[in-house]
């Protein structure tokens, strides 16, 4: 089970990489501020993205994840990656790709089938390489289907890289 502190601690690193406001015309997600796109920041009520406070969006990422379900998650490194993922690639790509690694339907919804299924996970290394390789791969897809989309391709590589190296551990 993860602790506040953990989900907190995310949010944080998220937050971060994601940094303030950014609305670059070649980047399809349109503007964001700390990663929340003016359609996320319209759903949840929170008014023009351009002026998204840092607490404001730590405080809808908390929203979001326990929204999404992610937060059931009970291995720390594999949450920061799909929570990571789920910011970046939207929470249905996300959750497929851990549905995928712990061999549910991947229909996108963190249900109580899925859940279950993260209970029968002895070790959650192979989960998270595996959510790693898909998220790799679909950066791939990207660009294979829209070559303007290449010049992001060294950011999101130095992002991905975080959660590679260092690597996590996990005990046997």
């Known amino acids: 089970m ?29 503007a964001t501020n700390f990663g929340i796109t003016q359609e996320t920041a319209n759903a949840l009520g929170l008014g023009d993205v351009r002026s998204l406070s840092r607490t404001a969006a730590s405080d809808a ?12 998650i009970p291995d720390y490194p594999t949450f920061h990656l799909v929570a990571d993922s789920c910011v970046q690639h939207g929470p249905g790509n996300a959750i497929k790709w851990l549905q995928s690694a712990i061999r549910a ?26 959510i790693l390789a898909a998220r ?24 991905l890289s975080a959660f590679v190296y260092p690597a996590p551990t996990w005990t046997p």
């Open 136 to 159: 790799l791969r679909f950066y791939g897809q990207i660009i294979a289907k829209n070559a303007s989309q290449a010049v992001f391709a060294a950011g999101w590589l130095n992002r």
């Open 61 to 72: 990422y908390a929203k979001l994840f326990a929204q999404w379900g992610i937060t059931a």
């Open 2 to 30: 993860l602790t506040e502190q953990q989900i907190q601690s995310v949010i944080a690193d998220i937050l971060d990489r994601e940094g303030g406001y950014s609305n670059n015309a070649a980047d399809r997600g349109g």
């Open 105 to 130: 339907d991947p229909d996108g919804n963190l249900g109580p089938v899925s859940i279950g299924k993260m209970g029968e996970v002895v070790r959650f290394d192979g989960v998270y390489y595996s």
